[in-house]
């Protein structure tokens, strides 16, 4: 049994890690200020003897003696994100930096779920890990992907500076239960949207692009990177690798939802990128990992669970 620390272990991807660590048996502390995690994702797991929650924002140092830190605190969607920019940028930074305190006393091996945002809007398709991005720094997405550039950058130094055994993943467009219904993601617009009747909303003509990724597959490959040995740090991008227009999207949710939505356009957002799609060698060859799960067969357990909520 080890004891893992997993911080914004209430939100959408922390849950599902939670419960996969609980269920192997380890000792989980769920780190969260439920700014936008929520007591509803873990509620199922409160009565397990190996599994607790404390509520605590990674802006402020926290002590514990853990075996394994996953540092997944941080509001990952736009719309939360961009609530309040100077509070996700320092929920990167800071977070960043009091857990990687929390790793060099205990001597315990982190991983930090970095995001395929840190390639900004790409001129380099699909993106390898080599690619060093485009991003504007001083637009309304610059809080989230500076953020987690400036943690990436942390992190390296931490293990040059200090020897912190260190991960590094960047995660590419994930979706499946347990998304908020307005969390502003477009897998939860999209199906929302469809459910209730109304108009779907595509900003833009709809051509730009995104991979898709199944919450189980995330959490397949944040365990391995984890459990990787010590010569292998990352980054390393974990993702789905099949690439959907917008509009290919909203007509398959369409079909799958029965709904009798219309597809309606507004203007693209200031830095939307216009195509993400992850080169995964690199996750394949170190890791022995690739997503199975199809696109057709996440979004119908996606819609059942969002069906559930309304």
């Not at 007591?39 to 003897?49: C, Q």
């Not at 609530?83 to 800071?94: A, G, H, L, R, Y």
């Not at 469809?194 to 051509?207: K, N, V």
Request: charged share 25%; aromatic share 10%.
């Amino acid at each position: 049994m080890k004891r893992i620390l997993v911080t914004g272990g209430a939100g959408f991807i922390g849950s599902h890690l939670c419960e996969r660590l609980v269920n192997e048996g380890n000792d989980v502390i769920c780190l969260d200020n439920f700014y936008t995690g929520s007591k509803e994702n873990v509620w199922h797991l409160l009565g397990k003897p190996n599994f607790e929650i404390v509520r605590h924002d990674v802006c402020q140092p926290y002590w514990a003696e853990v075996d394994e830190i996953y540092n997944l605190a941080c509001p990952a969607s736009p719309i939360y994100y961009q609530n309040d920019p100077i509070q996700t940028t320092k929920t990167s930074v800071f977070g960043a930096y009091h857990m990687l305190g929390l790793a060099r006393r205990t001597k315990c091996k982190i991983l930090q779920t970095s995001t395929s945002e840190v390639y900004g809007d790409p001129n380099v398709h699909p993106q390898p890990e080599s690619y060093w991005g485009n991003v504007n720094t001083i637009g309304i997405r610059s809080c989230y992907d500076e953020g987690k550039r400036c943690a990436e950058t942390m992190f390296f130094d931490y293990h040059r500076q200090h020897g912190v055994r260190i991960k590094v993943i960047r995660i590419f467009n994930t979706y499946g239960p347990r998304m908020a219904q307005h969390d502003g993601r477009v897998v939860s617009n999209f199906i929302m949207q469809a459910l209730r009747g109304e108009d779907i909303t595509i900003y833009g003509d709809g051509q730009q692009t995104r991979s898709f990724q199944y919450v189980s597959d995330l959490i397949e490959g944040m365990i391995r990177m984890m459990n990787s040995g010590d010569d292998f740090l990352g980054p390393v991008n974990i993702g789905n690798p099949g690439e959907f227009t917008m509009l290919e999207l909203a007509e398959k949710v369409i079909t799958m939802t029965g709904s009798k939505s219309k597809i309606v356009f507004h203007p693209l957002p200031s830095d939307d990128p216009k195509m993400r799609r992850p080169d995964i060698s690199l996750a394949k060859e170190k890791l022995d990992w690739e997503p199975k799960v199809k696109l057709d067969e996440g979004l119908a357990k996606t819609i059942e669970y969002f069906k559930g909520t309304l």
